[in-house]
């Protein structure tokens, strides 16, 4: 059984340990459950624990979270697990960071959120933001958001391992 002490990160791991930490303590909880709010649920708290536990800009990340397909409006992103500031409710494909990775399917790094085309400011202290669609049978079911306090928070190393933890949850939750 997986304890709370599964989001203590040890002083001074690097990033690429943290990730690598997420990923194996994650695929730890999602033995024997496939309910998507509870898997979100606990990896948005790793996140949050991995990234504080990182040097900087990692540890000024401010939110952690998912938007998930609104089963109930065709076409729109309703909140999910997070951590951080309360947060926009819902989200039209299309429309911003996040709206931009569930149309396209592709992450989305975003080193300048002001100089990102129709940016949806939930969270005026965010600069830099990473999201990462979930992609299950060919369709977006849920997207990765995670939003930086300063400029240039995320790297192709965030990408990389983000794309590693959606397709674990893609395929680990029942999207129905």
């Given at each position: 059984?997986?304890?709370?002490?599964?989001?203590?990160?040890?002083?001074?791991?690097?990033?690429?340990?943290?990730?690598?930490?997420?990923?194996?303590?994650?695929?730890?909880?999602?033995?024997?459950?496939?309910?998507?709010?509870?898997?979100?649920?606990?990896?948005?708290?790793?996140?949050?624990?991995?990234?504080?536990?990182?040097?900087?800009?990692?540890?000024?990340?401010?939110?952690?979270?998912?938007?998930?397909?609104?089963?109930?409006?065709?076409?729109?992103?309703?909140?999910?697990?997070?951590?951080?500031?309360?947060?926009?409710?819902?989200?039209?494909f299309g429309r911003?960071?996040?709206?931009?990775?569930?149309?396209?399917?592709?992450?989305?790094?975003?080193?300048?959120?002001?100089?990102?085309?129709?940016?949806?400011?939930?969270?005026?202290?965010?600069?830099?933001?990473?999201?990462?669609?979930m992609i299950k049978?060919?369709?977006?079911?849920?997207?990765?958001?995670?939003?930086?306090?300063?400029?240039?928070?995320?790297?192709?190393?965030?990408?990389?391992?983000?794309?590693?933890?959606?397709?674990?949850?893609?395929?680990?939750?029942?999207?129905?």
């Open positions: 059984m997986v304890h709370a002490d599964a989001s203590t990160f040890a002083a001074g791991v690097s990033k690429a340990e943290a990730y690598q930490q997420v990923i194996e303590q994650a695929t730890a909880l999602f033995d024997g459950q496939r309910n998507w709010v509870c898997n979100t649920a606990n990896t948005a708290s790793l996140l949050w624990h991995a990234f504080h536990s990182l040097q900087s800009p990692s540890n000024r990340v401010n939110w952690a979270g998912f938007y998930v397909l609104d089963k109930t409006v065709a076409n729109q992103l309703i909140l999910g697990p997070f951590h951080g500031k309360v947060a926009c409710q819902t989200i039209a911003g960071v996040c709206g931009t990775a569930a149309v396209s399917g592709e992450s989305q790094l975003v080193p300048d959120v002001d100089h990102f085309p129709g940016h949806i400011a939930c969270d005026g202290d965010s600069k830099s933001e990473i999201v990462v669609p049978g060919g369709k977006v079911v849920a997207i990765i958001d995670i939003d930086c306090a300063v400029a240039d928070g995320f790297d192709e190393e965030d990408r990389q391992y983000l794309q590693q933890l959606a397709e674990l949850l893609a395929e680990s939750c029942d999207w129905k």
